[in-house]
């Protein structure tokens, strides 16, 4: 008897088990297997798009579900030889990928182009002007939601797999976008940028071809980064009963032949089955726990769309932000959900890149002096919503900008940091920063930085009440009312009150451990200090001495701020000095004697710098090279040898004029006070 034609569902059954049966990692490894692997992958998935096409079923996510699958493993494999290869240089797959640098390029675009066959595919059977509701489960009534997750599932795991692990510079492009003066880094400055670490092309490519497939299939951002799954049990279906996972593990476990009657190589193959009233399988798949959508890829795919807005030359698709976003929106999704990616490992740089790019995008957009406190912990009303609040997200940049190894991811992050906190309200605003500068903040660089964003704050809250009260006086000449204007805090007295003992006190800290008496606190202090000294100078000239709105002036706040950290300072830099000065001329005999020592021996030694007459030298070569081995020869202090005693010299140097300069503006109350007092 002849046998009949094999139908679509069948051509597609065929197909899809024999793709499900390929080992992707060991295969792509080795030439010959990989060379069929990837003939094998282009046949099959040709042969059950075609057949999806006449495929008449019901439940078509069932067929859906499978054809995912059958891509999705092939993506998977090839970010997991890339992790190989970058792990172990030595492996044969790493030998290849140096001969060979592209690898699993033309795999990759043949990978690309089943993605677009099947949800173009997809796509064309749905009614015109359909919505969506993310949301996958069984109930027949979902069969087109169910079919457009798992598209978006699909596509948000190849931005995840292939686009989130390359680099963009993505926080750069958008800085010097937002920021056009900072074009041009200074070449020997700390903040310059680091140079494309590879041709972003291909990237590119996958990401816009992601971003248009996004397009095609009508997903909405604020859905996609709104998403959550959906709450209550994982449901497994057994016939017409319900009853829980846990309990049908259970089952299974002690009927494990009963159970592979019904499952026939579940573990194995994904198959739909041919019976299409056979349900059950299927009931089991199709829960979001199984799809669940990659943050990482809705991260990526936020970055593009950003990316795209700004560089619209390089990377073009219609798939685009708004450019104006709602404050609660922003902080509930697009930045709580971006700030879980600021890890400041090495392989996770480029990822962390694009998660700043959606900050810095993200807190540019927020309204100045909007969050209240209230939203510390929870950025808007509807906390379900919310993936990381106001509060949290401050805590993980100010972590990424004290310990991030890329000097420009950093600044990249500080400069979002300081619009993060102009955002806030002035209560929130003093509560954050009291937070970066108070000794519970473990990073010494931050606390330092962090002296200037009060500074800046306190600058803009004297800058604002100047032109209120100008404003008030052109006013009053015309018979107009006076301005209304908000007093902050940060011009008044509750400023010294909160920051006083944090920024103008030394710590009281055992005397050994003091920087007044360890060198290496003293260094690992001296940047703090420094922000502390010209953040005291900068409020008692702003805070005019008629005014004296925040009573820096008072009598009684500079004796004491002089007394408890001036003289101390002061006092431990003259001693600084003096030692330092004993350990030049110390090095410098010793320099004389090898100096000449290789006279006499026919020439000077090399490599050797004479200081002038135990005076700091500022003619000294500062190209050579410093001599750091670890962090603990950083914590001793300075190594005794002409060039870092000179830099030494140099620091203290520049505190004692700030010392100084704070002693002239400040001598004029305290000879008043003494005069009183005599009187």
Same mark, same amino acid.
């Given at each position: 008897?002849?046998?009949?034609?094999?139908?679509? /569902?069948?051509?597609?059954?065929?197909?899809?088990?024999?793709?499900?049966?390929?080992?992707?990692?060991?295969?792509?490894?080795?030439?010959?297997?990989?060379?069929?692997?990837?003939?094998?992958?282009?046949?099959?998935?040709?042969?059950?798009?075609?057949?999806?096409?006449?495929?008449?079923?019901?439940?078509?996510?069932?067929?859906?579900?499978?054809?995912?699958?059958?891509?999705?493993?092939?993506?998977?494999?090839?970010?997991? +030889?890339?992790?190989?290869?970058?792990?172990?240089?030595?492996?044969?797959?790493?030998?290849?990928?140096?001969?060979?640098?592209?690898?699993?390029?033309?795999?990759?675009?043949?990978?690309?182009?089943?993605?677009?066959?099947?949800?173009?595919?997809?796509?064309?059977?749905?009614?015109?002007?359909?919505?969506?509701?993310?949301?996958?489960?069984?109930?027949? #009534?979902?069969?087109?939601?169910?079919?457009?997750?798992?598209?978006?599932?699909?596509?948000?795991?190849?931005?995840?797999?292939?686009?989130?692990?390359?680099?963009?510079?993505?926080?750069?492009?958008?800085?010097?976008?937002?920021?056009?003066?900072?074009?041009?880094?200074?070449?020997?400055?700390?903040?310059?940028?680091?140079?494309?670490?590879?041709?972003?092309?291909?990237?590119? /490519?996958?990401?816009?071809?992601?971003?248009?497939?996004?397009?095609?299939?009508?997903?909405?951002?604020?859905?996609?980064?709104?998403?959550?799954?959906?709450?209550?049990?994982?449901?497994?279906?057994?016939?017409?009963?319900?009853?829980?996972?846990?309990?049908?593990?259970?089952?299974?476990?002690?009927?494990?032949?009963?159970?592979?009657?019904?499952?026939?190589?579940?573990?194995?193959?994904?198959?739909?089955?041919?019976?299409?009233?056979?349900?059950?399988?299927?009931?089991?798949?199709?829960?979001?726990?199984?799809?669940?959508?990659? #943050?990482?890829?809705?991260?990526?795919?936020?970055?593009?769309?950003?990316?795209?807005?700004?560089?619209?030359?390089?990377?073009?698709?219609?798939?685009?932000?708004?450019?104006?976003?709602?404050?609660?929106?922003?902080?509930?999704?697009?930045?709580?959900?971006?700030?879980?990616?600021?890890?400041?490992?090495?392989?996770?740089?480029?990822?962390?890149?694009?998660?700043?790019?959606?900050?810095?995008?993200?807190?540019?957009?927020?309204?100045?002096?909007?969050?209240?406190?209230?939203?510390?912990?929870?950025?808007?009303?509807?906390?379900?919503?919310?993936?990381?609040?106001?509060?949290?997200?401050?805590?993980?940049?100010?972590?990424?900008?004290?310990?991030?190894?890329?000097?420009?991811?950093?600044?990249?992050?500080?400069?979002? +940091?300081?619009?993060?906190?102009?955002?806030?309200?002035?209560?929130?605003?003093?509560?954050?920063?009291?937070?970066?500068?108070?000794?519970?903040?473990?990073?010494?660089?931050? /606390?330092?930085?962090?002296?200037?964003?009060?500074?800046? *704050?306190?600058?803009?809250?004297?800058?604002?009440?100047?032109?209120?009260?100008?404003?008030?006086?052109?006013?009053?000449?015309?018979?107009?009312?006076? *301005?209304?204007?908000? +007093?902050?805090?940060?011009?008044?007295?509750?400023?010294?009150?909160?920051?006083?003992?944090? *920024?103008?006190?030394?710590?009281?800290?055992?005397?050994?451990?003091?920087?007044?008496?360890?060198?290496?606190?003293?260094?690992?202090?001296?940047?703090?200090?420094?922000?502390?000294?010209?953040?005291?100078?900068?409020?008692?000239?702003?805070?005019?001495?008629?005014?004296?709105?925040?009573?820096?002036?008072?009598?009684?706040?500079?004796?004491?701020?002089?007394?408890?950290?001036?003289?101390?300072?002061?006092? /431990?830099?003259?001693?600084?000095?003096?030692?330092?000065?004993?350990?030049?001329?110390?090095?410098?005999?010793?320099?004389?004697?090898?100096?000449?020592?290789?006279?006499?021996?026919?020439?000077?030694?090399?490599?050797?710098?004479?200081?002038?007459?135990? *005076?700091?030298?500022?003619?000294?070569?500062?190209?050579?090279?410093?001599?750091?081995?670890?962090?603990?020869?950083?914590?001793?202090?300075?190594?005794?040898?002409?060039?870092?005693?000179?830099?030494?010299?140099?620091?203290?140097?520049?505190?004692?004029?700030?010392?100084?300069?704070?002693?002239?503006?400040?001598?004029?109350?305290?000879?008043?006070?003494?005069?009183?007092?005599?009187?």
């Amino acid at each position: 008897m002849q046998q009949e034609e094999d139908t679509p /569902r069948e051509r597609f059954l065929a197909s899809q088990e024999i793709l499900s049966t390929v080992e992707w990692v060991d295969d792509l490894q080795e030439k010959h297997a990989c060379a069929e692997a990837m003939a094998l992958f282009e046949m099959h998935t040709d042969i059950m798009l075609t057949a999806l096409k006449d495929v008449q079923a019901k439940r078509f996510s069932r067929f859906v579900k499978d054809a995912v699958l059958a891509i999705s493993r092939p993506i998977k494999a090839i970010r997991r +030889l890339k992790e190989y290869i970058a792990a172990d240089s030595s492996t044969e797959i790493a030998q290849r990928a140096r001969v060979e640098p592209d690898l699993f390029v033309a795999f990759e675009e043949t990978i690309s182009k089943a993605v677009q066959g099947l949800v173009t595919l997809v796509v064309d059977t749905w009614p015109a002007n359909q919505g969506f509701t993310l949301k996958l489960s069984p109930p027949q #009534e979902n069969e087109l939601n169910n079919q457009h997750y798992l598209l978006v599932y699909l596509i948000l795991m190849v931005l995840d797999q292939w686009v989130a692990t390359e680099n963009m510079d993505a926080a750069s492009t958008y800085f010097e976008f937002a920021n056009p003066k900072y074009k041009r880094f200074s070449p020997r400055g700390p903040n310059q940028p680091p140079e494309p670490k590879e041709n972003t092309g291909a990237t590119l /490519r996958h990401l816009q071809c992601m971003m248009d497939l996004c397009t095609k299939c009508h997903l909405s951002i604020e859905d996609l980064l709104v998403w959550k799954p959906t709450p209550g049990e994982n449901i497994t279906r057994l016939g017409s009963g319900a009853i829980a996972r846990n309990e049908v593990e259970m089952f299974f476990r002690t009927n494990a032949s009963f159970a592979l009657c019904i499952f026939p190589a579940t573990k194995k193959v994904f198959s739909t089955g041919a019976n299409e009233m056979d349900d059950s399988y299927d009931e089991e798949a199709l829960v979001e726990d199984n799809y669940p959508l990659s #943050e990482t890829g809705i991260t990526t795919l936020t970055a593009g769309m950003i990316y795209a807005l700004i560089n619209p030359t390089k990377l073009r698709t219609p798939f685009t932000f708004p450019l104006a976003l709602a404050q609660d929106w922003v902080f509930t999704t697009a930045g709580g959900l971006a700030s879980g990616f600021l890890n400041n490992e090495e392989s996770q740089l480029p990822m962390a890149d694009k998660a700043l790019l959606v900050l810095l995008y993200a807190i540019d957009r927020t309204p100045l002096d909007s969050f209240e406190m209230e939203g510390l912990d929870y950025c808007s009303k509807d906390s379900a919503l919310d993936r990381m609040g106001l509060f949290q997200i401050f805590q993980v940049k100010v972590n990424f900008a004290a310990t991030c190894s890329s000097s420009s991811h950093r600044f990249f992050c500080f400069q979002g +940091l300081d619009r993060l906190i102009q955002a806030c309200k002035d209560d929130v605003k003093m509560v954050l920063l009291e937070q970066l500068v108070s000794s519970k903040c473990p990073f010494e660089s931050m /606390r330092a930085a962090a002296i200037n964003l009060v500074k800046g *704050v306190v600058e803009r809250a004297f800058t604002s009440l100047e032109k209120a009260r100008a404003a008030t006086q052109a006013n009053l000449k015309v018979g107009k009312p006076a *301005v209304q204007h908000a +007093l902050s805090p940060f011009n008044s007295p509750l400023l010294l009150k909160n920051f006083q003992e944090h *920024v103008l006190r030394l710590e009281s800290k055992p005397f050994q451990h003091s920087p007044l008496k360890n060198e290496g606190a003293w260094h690992d202090k001296y940047d703090t200090f420094m922000h502390a000294l010209n953040f005291y100078l900068f409020l008692l000239m702003r805070d005019k001495k008629d005014d004296n709105l925040t009573e820096v002036w008072l009598t009684s706040n500079i004796k004491n701020t002089q007394s408890e950290f001036l003289e101390p300072l002061s006092t /431990r830099v003259q001693d600084l000095k003096e030692e330092y000065i004993q350990r030049l001329a110390k090095v410098e005999m010793e320099q004389d004697a090898d100096f000449m020592d290789g006279v006499q021996q026919g020439g000077a030694p090399e490599g050797k710098i004479r200081s002038k007459n135990g *005076v700091v030298n500022f003619d000294i070569d500062m190209d050579e090279e410093d001599d750091y081995d670890s962090d603990d020869d950083e914590k001793k202090g300075p190594k005794d040898t002409p060039l870092e005693l000179n830099q030494s010299m140099m620091k203290l140097e520049l505190m004692d004029e700030l010392l100084e300069r704070i002693q002239e503006l400040t001598a004029s109350v305290l000879v008043e006070e003494e005069e009183e007092e005599d009187e």
